[in-house]
């Protein structure tokens, strides 16, 4: 599964973002039994989960970005979204999608957020 990420960039505090993840190589039969994820990682920290979202819809959050992000997906178009709002600098970080299934993870390459104060 190969997926592609977008939407990041430069936005300043209480600001909002969309991120985009595609899977534009995958038929919908193989990504919708996918669990889809958003990560992140900042300069210097481990590498987090932020948002997830499994195939039939159940999602959940870091502590640190309930109320504030949502994550959803359209099967049909084969993409997961991540919805960002009231961002804070503590946002900004290098954000991944993943798609997970089975124990096997597939990542996309990173799309930058910061978040200035």
């Not at 997926?3 to 909002?16: D, F, N």
């Not at 997830?52 to 992000?69: A, E, P, W």
Request: glycine share 10%; with cysteine; charged share 20%.
């Amino acid at each position: 599964v190969q997926l592609q990420a977008s939407g990041g960039g430069l936005v300043q505090a209480g600001g909002s973002l969309r991120l985009s993840c595609a899977a534009p190589g995958t038929i919908s039969s193989i990504f919708n039994p996918f669990t889809m994820a958003w990560y992140r990682q900042a300069p210097g920290k481990q590498r987090e989960l932020v948002a997830r979202i499994t195939s039939d819809r159940k999602t959940n959050y870091v502590d640190s970005v309930q109320g504030r992000f949502t994550i959803s997906r359209d099967n049909a178009k084969k993409r997961v979204y991540l919805q960002m709002n009231d961002l804070k600098p503590e946002d900004t970080a290098v954000y991944y999608c993943n798609a997970e299934r089975i124990g096997n993870y597939y990542w996309g390459q990173g799309t930058q957020v910061t978040v200035s104060s």
